[in-house]
Nanobody, 126 residues
């Protein structure tokens, strides 16, 4: 059964780091585009980082130089290393996959993705 499960969220002080993981099961993982998104209360999800099956990567301008997306195709796990965290990074973080494998580039648009995890909360205090 297809399933995405995020972990690694938590509470840190400004300037700290966290590493999120997303375990994918039941998917054709290595040929699918995957992404990390975040959602603030009462706002739509916004793309944070995405990685395509060819290894191409996209980052939101707000996280460039601070966040790094990576994947382990053996473990079928997606990661998001978050450094120099700021209070504005406080949000629920979700991983997503393009199960239909239609994406040819690492899109940061949520409507391009078909399946989503339950999310993991990240809280950054000043």
């Amino acid at each position: 059964q297809e399933h995405l499960k995020e972990s690694g969220g938590g509470s840190v002080q400004s300037g700290g780091s966290l590493k999120l993981s997303c375990a994918a099961s039941g998917y054709t993982y290595s040929t699918s585009c995957m992404g990390w998104f975040r959602q603030y209360p009462a706002r739509e999800r916004e793309g944070v980082a995405a990685i395509n099956s060819d290894g191409s990567i996209s980052y939101a301008d707000s996280v460039k130089g601070r966040f790094t997306i990576s994947q382990d195709n053996i473990k079928n796990t997606l990661y998001l290393q978050m450094n120099s965290l700021k209070p504005d990074d406080t949000a629920m973080y979700y991983c997503a996959i393009d199960r239909a494998q239609r994406l040819k580039y690492p899109s940061l648009e949520s409507f391009h993705y078909t399946d989503w995890g339950q999310g993991t909360q990240v809280t950054v205090s000043s």
